[in-house]
């Protein structure tokens, strides 16, 4: 009988990918995946550690596998992710059932960590194994293509350099190799994937990432390009021109800016100001003018004043992001806003939290309301689960569209959709002949 694997996801895209990858491997091996732990030959947890309790989230965890582990002496149990980087040979120490703890910069090399049965690996090897051919998708439309690992820049906040390491960007070539083979696979909506996506540059050619969206975005079959994560002070005319000049790239750029204060900004070490990074949008807004934004805001980070908060605020009724994603800033081990000082009171916090929601959610209301009665593209994704009568779809922004239409259309398909109602999150509609 063919061995099967368990496999929990935590955190980012990012890892969902390393799934993927990981997935893609086992199965190769002949593995089967299931859904239930209890039985499975092989558990891994693929963790995340950008905030709060996660490693004692990823330990509490595995005191519940150490029963399963009781019930089935011959399960491996693996610890992936940014947490195994992190905490490394102590999860050993700590928790001696699990058999391998191996970091990001390793998933191309579970092959030979099972082979060997390597206890650890934590290193981030010069040349990365990526297989980009076994990877197990799940979405049928869609594909996740990492086109860098890494992060040189160093956040205050942020312990992603630490556990992903340096950046390291893949071959240009191999990029467009692996979109046009998804796209022959039917992901006609390809999404680039990096820490910081728009610091990229071709370790062979120089080639920057202007020159990957264009080369992408002209592929045949590519309906909509995406890509996550951009940072601020790596726009420039490359990427703005390669966005103005091909309309299937999105027309929804994720930008996050983590405060409105330039003060704040700067303890961060995010190398811009509010004032730089207002002329960014402006710059791309003036070339592609139908563009939204999305963003991610940190609350509470050290030495926040209510001033400072008010920034943040004021910076979003500029700008208007479509979508928004705001944390409480959590300490993370090791990074260097430890010694800036003391987080902001967690009450206080948490208080500036539900403001800035509340803003947010009378923006973005006024926004969905403003696509009643007009028509807007639609990517079908396949029968809507809200309403089985109904198809979905997602518009450039992202948004989630349930629409009356003809159920024979192929998924994958770009779609008029005419707008009827717009709901809490999502919108409604009937797709036009
Ligand atoms: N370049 C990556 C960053 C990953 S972290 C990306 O933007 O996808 C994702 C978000 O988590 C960051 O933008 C930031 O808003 C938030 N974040 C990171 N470290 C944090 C911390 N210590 N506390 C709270 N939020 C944090
Ligand atoms: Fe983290 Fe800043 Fe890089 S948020 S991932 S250090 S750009």
């Known amino acids: 009988m063919a061995k099967t694997f368990f496999i929990e996801t935590w955190g980012c895209q990012m890892n969902d990918l390393d799934t993927q990858r990981l997935s893609g491997s086992l199965k190769l091996r002949g593995y089967r995946r299931v859904e239930d732990e209890n039985g499975a030959d092989l558990i891994l947890l693929n963790t995340c550690s950008i905030r709060e309790k996660s490693e004692q989230k990823v330990f509490s965890r595995l005191g519940e596998l150490r029963e399963v582990k009781r019930a089935n002496g011959g399960v491996k149990i693996g610890v992936c992710g940014c947490v195994a980087q992190q905490e490394g040979e102590r999860i050993l120490h700590r928790a001696p059932w699990v058999d391998f703890v191996m970091g990001p910069g390793n998933v191309g090399n579970l092959d030979m960590i099972l082979d060997e049965g390597a206890r650890l690996a934590l290193e981030f090897p010069e040349h990365r194994q990526y297989d980009y051919l ?66 990229y540059r071709c370790p062979v050619s120089g080639r920057d990432f202007g020159a990957l969206l264009a080369a992408v975005a002209t592929l045949d079959g590519v309906a909509r390009l995406r890509f996550m994560t951009s940072h601020p002070a790596e726009v420039n005319e490359s990427m703005i021109g390669a966005m103005r000049d091909h309309a299937n790239i999105s027309r929804y750029l994720h930008l996050p800016v983590q405060s409105g ?11 811009y100001t509010r004032e730089k990074y207002v002329q960014t ?9 139908e563009i939204h934004f999305s963003t991610d805001f940190i609350v509470g980070f050290p030495g926040e004043s209510e001033e400072d908060f008010q920034e943040s605020l004021s910076l979003i009724e500029e700008v208007r992001y479509g979508s928004l994603f705001a944390f409480k800033y959590s300490p993370r081990p090791g990074t260097p806003a430890l010694r800036i000082g003391p987080p902001v009171d967690d009450e206080i916090a948490s208080e500036r939290m539900s403001r800035l929601f509340d803003l947010h959610e009378r923006i973005k209301r006024e926004l969905l309301e403003s696509y009643r009665g007009r028509v807007l593209p639609v990517l079908y994704e396949g029968p809507s689960r809200h309403d089985p009568a109904m198809l979905a779809g997602r518009t450039e922004d992202n948004y989630v569209v349930n629409f009356f239409g003809n159920p024979a259309t192929p998924v994958g398909s770009i779609l008029g959709v005419r707008i009827d109602q717009a709901q809490h999150h999502t919108l409604r509609g009937e797709a036009i002949a």
């Open 134 to 199: 076994s990877i197990d998708r799940s979405s049928p439309t869609k594909a996740w293509v990492t086109i860098m690992e890494g992060c040189n820049k160093n956040c205050t906040f942020c312990i992603v350099p630490t556990t992903r390491g340096r950046e390291v960007s893949r071959p240009f070539d191999d990029i467009v190799a692996e979109s046009r083979a998804a796209v022959a696979g039917g992901r006609v909506e390809i999404e680039l994937l990096g820490q910081t996506v728009n610091a």
């Open 261 to 271: 204060s330039s003060k704040i900004l700067r303890r961060m070490k995010r190398l």
């Open 281 to 289: 949008i402006a710059r791309i807004r003036e070339a592609v003018p």
